[in-house]
């Protein structure tokens, strides 16, 4: 399912934007907070400029998951 948004992210961003976001990210990475897992507050690999379409446990609409509270709310579905 995120492989299939992925693929259709690629079609719809220039090659030179997505490029762009991988560099800001990437070097802005030191100075960057990680983002906190919405749920429980534990810290999650991701930087907050870290494109939420290149992170996974993300839940659009609520904010960064860590992986134990990813997988629990994952069960409802
Ligand atoms: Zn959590």
Redesign the pocket.
């Known amino acids: 399912m995120r492989l299939e948004f992925f693929l259709e992210m690629n079609m719809i961003l220039p090659s030179t934007v997505q490029l762009a976001v991988l560099k800001f990210s990437k070097s802005s990475q030191e100075d960057d907070p990680k983002d906190k ?1 919405v ?2 507050g ?1 810290e999650t690999p991701y930087p907050k400029s870290t494109h939420i379409d290149f992170r996974d446990y993300y839940v659009e609409g609520c904010g960064q ?2 992986g ?2 990813w997988n629990k709310t994952d069960s409802r579905a």
């Open positions: 897992c749920m429980c534990k998951l860590c134990d509270c």
